[in-house]
Structures are given as structure tokens and as C-alpha cells.
């Protein structure tokens, strides 16, 4: 008799737990369709939580680094990125301390569940597969993808697409640089796709690949200061229709409206072409691939 | 000195198969009859419509529904992760040959008896010492980024070179351990009986100790090859795209995750066959061995 009474007990037990996970179930975040800062559908009120990944690599995020923040600090409004956001948190009438930074890795900005972030930036492209599980404001940047290879290997003397074919090459997870090698360039060579930049980065060093395909900013950045003696080959015209990096939110979040009205404007005034120059001036003057 | 015909109560007590059904928790069929079935039988049905219920039910099911269990999205990912794993079967093969040899090496290194043999042990100690105890993660990365850097001529670049060298050296450690277990479960009287034969200390632990030892120690053997079969997935931090790589491509190129199920499947695929392999071979081992002891 006692099997029975387990029995019992057991079924119980679940059927609580099942009714349990059911009334949790959350009203769907559409929020209402005005962007005074009080209506926003916001994860904390009052607050603006933008996510990005840690470390957060120039030119995208600027500043001395500071505890918890690697390499650069995204709370300092300095590199293209933040500077972003915190033009988008200005227009949104935010001031700088009501914007919190949350460590976001780029795995974690698309997972299933409820989102930590009202927004995460973090040089992710928009595609229409990927519009599909979360949303995207419009564009912030345009993207081209290009190069980057060891000065004096036999690389790095291509100056076309079609040149590039016999390489090895390299991108890392995440972006779309590894599609881009697969549908454009087409290499005889299985491409590398590392999961960490890091890993990406030494593997250049090593001349484990003979180049690394990054969108150009990046590029300049690995040349500047992560692979000694490298250079940026080239970059490839954007595909038509281009490529753009949106900041993602999660999906069907009203938010996202009033941060592409803030985009907006900040793209008509000018501003989004002032930072664009003040943070990634540099990345300029490389070749074409055709 | 053929070991078929040995007596090994000890052994053969634990090896029999339980009169009842371990998965029934040892009811007796014939006993406690249809009754215990029927329970075992309505507490499985209740406690798995309770579990999809459970699961079904909660808040973001809907959402989990959508982005790892779509149908189009998983066999979408399929062909591409499948040719991938190719990859992972074949640094598997290549990886447990290698692994079989070092590690009867070390293993026998460990257990070689006497004052003069000290350094052996000991080295063969520390190897398995660090082996085991450096994650394998680490081992491939310090390996596969570390090794090239040297930049030194004739040193292979491959990453999947210097990853599976890792793999062999981390399960070496850990199969060694397996292999000295399956030695010293040997009673020393084997040897003594050996060496009295006029056997050298060689053709007795070549002819009498290991044999026995290896043929113990399958299972556990096994169970370390289903280890490396799942581990050959770090091999991806390389940047070698192999079928977890593919699957991280996939996903997040969709931010779907029904390309992890895919692999998921790949490697269970391998895995479960080799399980039912092992048991298979405990089995045959088992009766190979009581048709022997009838003519002890």
C-alpha cells in the first residue's frame, strides 16, 4: 500500500509544480506607443540597461578599464558604441547616470526568456533570419566586411576577391564574416571560425590562418594593437541592400520604436556622422577588393 | 596458463545477472506477478504525462517550442553539422589508438614492483597526476595556440593536429588509471604461478596478467572511448569547425537553437551504439568464461 501512497505523493507533487509554472505566466511587453520616458517599457524603471559584451574592444568602446570592464569601460561615453547609446539615452531623456551597463556576451543577447537588457550593442548585424527571434532597431553603423593578413606573407599581396580563394581563413563566431567568406569569396580552404576574439587573434599570430575577415573598424583595431606587423588587406563593398549593425531587443519590445525615432534624428542633425568620424576616423584608407 | 578456465568466485558473483529486473528494482516476476508491472507501469505513464504537462505548461514554453524544437530549423542544420562530424568520428578513431598504447605504457610503467623501478613510477605518476588534472579545454587551447607560436620548422600548425595530440594525452592519463585498476584486480598468485612455470617477468605479465586485466577492464575502457567521442567537440575553440562549432555557426546565424539538437542527435547516434557494444561484450565475456569454468 505504501507504493501506492508514493505514487500518489509523486503525482501530486508534479501536478503542483505544473500548475505552478503555469500562473507565472507573464503578460506579453507590448507597452503602450508613446515614448515619454514614464511609458517606456523599460527591464528596471527609470533606468536605460544596455548590455555589451566584456571585454568590449575599441574602436567600438573607449576609456580606461575599469572594474568589472575589460580593456575599456562602456560607462565612459568614449568609443563609437557607447557614445551611441548614450546619444540614444540622451534623445530618450535619460541623463548618464541613469544609464546602467550590463555584461552581455553575444550568445546571451539572443537566448529564449525574458532579457536583462532594454538593449543590447554590441556590433551584432542585422539579418532577416535573425529578425525573426528578436528585434532590431535600424541601423547605427553600416557594415564592410575586410581583411586582415601578416605583412610579407604571400597573402598579402592580393588585391582582388577572386585572389584570395586558395587562402585559409578565419572569423569569429557570431558575426557574419564567416558568411560572408562561404557566399563571396567561396575559398578552396575550409575557413576557421573561433569562438573567442582572442582565439581568432592568435591564430593570425601563429599564421595558423593566413587571414582574418572582420568588419573594418575591427580590422584597424587588430592591426593597431592586437597582431603586430599585420595589416588591413582590403574591405569588400557592402552586398546590395548592405549590412548594418542594429541593437537587439527583445522581440516585439514598443521600445524599440523610440530608440529608431532617436536614431533618426540623430542620423538627420548630424551626430551619428559626427561620432562615426570622431571614433572610427581611422578606420579609412584601406583598398577595395573587387 | 590460459586464463579461461581460472576460478574467480569473487568475480563471478558480481558479474552474474540478478534474478530480477534491476530497471523493476528487483521484483520478482514470477512472484510478485503481473502486479508489480502494472504498478511499474502506471507510475511511468503518470510520471511522464506529468513531466510533458509540467514542462508544457510553463511560462516559456511557447518561446522554447519555437527557437530549439522547430522541425525546418533542425533538419535545415542537419547536412551541414553531419559532414562536420566526419571530423569528430574521425579525431575520435585516430585519438583511441594512439590512446590505447601510451596508456598500457604508463600503466604498466605504474605498476612495475621494486626499489630500481622508482623513477618510472614516479614519473608515470606525475604524468597522470597532471593529465587528469589540467581541464582538457585547457590542454587543447595551450596546445593549439602555444605549440605553433614557437614558430619552429617541421612543427605542424594543424590545429586539429595539436588538438587531438591534447585529447591523447589528457585520456591517456585517465585510461592508465583504468588499465592499473584492471592489473592489480590480478591476484599476485597469477604471477607467482607464471614465474614458477619458468615464465620471465615479461611473458608473465604479457601472457597471464594482462589478459586478464584488459578483459576486466573493457567496460570502463568503453566508457572512457564514449568520454572522447563527446570530448572531440572541444576541438571547435581551435577554430576548427567540427559538428559543435557548425552547430554555434548555425544558431547564430538564426538565433534558433534547433541546429544543438542536431548535433545532440550526431553524437547519440555514435555513443548509444557503443554502449550497447560494451554490454554486448560483457556479456559474451561472461559466457565464454562459465562454458570454461564447466571443465575446471
Known sequence: ?290 | MASEGDRRPDLEVELREPRGSRLLGGVRLQDEGAKGVAIALASTIVFIALVVLAITHAAGWPEVKRVFFDWGDISGSFPDIARAFVLNVKIFLVCEVFILVLSLIIAVLRSLPGPVFFPLRALATIYVDLARGVPTILVIALLGFGAPALQLTGVPRSPVFWAGVGLILVYSGYVAEVYRAGIESVHPSQEAAARSLGLTRFQALRRVVLPQAVRRVIPPLLNDFIGLQKDTALVGTLGVIEAFNQSQIDTSATFTYGSYLAAAALFVAITIPLARFTDWLIARDRRKRQAGSAFA
Open chain 1, 1 to 290: 500500500m505504501t507504493k501506492m501512497l508514493g505514487l500518489v505523493a509523486l503525482a501530486l507533487a508534479l501536478a503542483g509544480l505544473a500548475a505552478g509554472c503555469g500562473t507565472t505566466k507573464k503578460t506579453a511587453s507590448t507597452g503602450s506607443s508613446s515614448c515619454a520616458k514614464g511609458d517606456l517599457n523599460l527591464v528596471t524603471a527609470g533606468k536605460l540597461t544596455v548590455g555589451t559584451d566584456n571585454p568590449a574592444f575599441p574602436p567600438w568602446y573607449g576609456g580606461t578599464p575599469h572594474k568589472p570592464w575589460q580593456v575599456s569601460d562602456p560607462r565612459s561615453g568614449q568609443g563609437y558604441e557607447s557614445a551611441v547609446a548614450y546619444a540614444v539615452a540622451k534623445k530618450l531623456g535619460f541623463s548618464k547616470a541613469e544609464v546602467t551597463w550590463k555584461h552581455v556576451p553575444f550568445n546571451n543577447s539572443f537566448a529564449p526568456g525574458s532579457k536583462s537588457f532594454d538593449f543590447d550593442i554590441n556590433q551584432i548585424s542585422y539579418t532577416p533570419e535573425r529578425a525573426k527571434q528578436v528585434s532590431f532597431s535600424d541601423s547605427y553603423y553600416d557594415v564592410n566586411q575586410s581583411v586582415v593578413v601578416n605583412k610579407g606573407t604571400p597573402i598579402a599581396n592580393v588585391t582582388t576577391i577572386a585572389g584570395l580563394k586558395p587562402y585559409g581563413l578565419g572569423a569569429q563566431l557570431g558575426t557574419t564574416s564567416y558568411q560572408f567568406i562561404k557566399d563571396t569569396i567561396k575559398p578552396s580552404k575550409q575557413p576557421s571560425v573561433f569562438p573567442q576574439n582572442a582565439g581568432a587573434v592568435q591564430a593570425l599570430k601563429n599564421k595558423q590562418v593566413d587571414g582574418l575577415v572582420v568588419d573594418l573598424p575591427t580590422a584597424f583595431y587588430v592591426t593597431a594593437v592586437q597582431v603586430p606587423n599585420s595589416k588591413v588587406l582590403g574591405y569588400f563593398a557592402a552586398k546590395p541592400g548592405g549590412e548594418h549593425f542594429g541593437m537587439v531587443f527583445q522581440k516585439g519590445n514598443s521600445l524599440v520604436q523610440c530608440v529608431n525615432h532617436a536614431l533618426a534624428t540623430l542620423r538627420s542633425n548630424g551626430t551619428l556622422k559626427q561620432l562615426q568620424q570622431k571614433w572610427l576616423a581611422k578606420a579609412t584608407g584601406a583598398p577595395i577588393l573587387k
